[in-house]
């Protein structure tokens, strides 16, 4: 399963319909970053809805790495993911 980071810059009254949609596939991070193991499928359908709803002057960004295992992640400070335990 790959191992997505999404990074969106868009208009400011626009960051909460795109936090609410990556939020369905995606590990809420830092303001518009997420990250996290997603499926082929439901990568495809994620990438569908970023296309449908972006407008002109906005951008995404989706990083895919083939696992997690390839992935040298560091943290200084507290770690946002260890949240996602207790979801």
Same mark, same amino acid.
């Given at each position: 399963? =790959?191992?997505?980071?999404?990074?969106y810059d868009? +208009?400011?009254?626009r960051?909460?319909?795109? *936090?609410?949609?990556?939020?369905r596939y995606?590990?809420?991070? @830092?303001?518009?970053?997420l +990250?996290g @193991?997603?499926? +082929?499928?439901?990568?495809?359908? *994620?990438?569908?809805?970023? %296309?449908?709803? *972006?407008e =002109?002057? +906005?951008?995404?960004?989706?990083?895919?790495?083939?696992? %997690? %295992?390839?992935? %040298?992640?560091?943290?200084?400070?507290?770690?946002?993911?260890?949240?996602?335990?207790? *979801?």
């Amino acid at each position: 399963m =790959p191992y997505v980071i999404a990074v969106y810059d868009v +208009e400011a009254d626009r960051t909460r319909l795109f *936090l609410k949609l990556f939020r369905r596939y995606l590990t809420h991070i @830092q303001n518009s970053v997420l +990250e996290g @193991q997603i499926t +082929e499928g439901r990568l495809e359908r *994620l990438r569908g809805e970023v %296309d449908d709803i *972006l407008e =002109p002057g +906005e951008s995404v960004l989706i990083y895919r790495v083939s696992s %997690d %295992d390839y992935v %040298d992640r560091t943290v200084f400070g507290t770690d946002p993911k260890a949240d996602d335990t207790f *979801l």
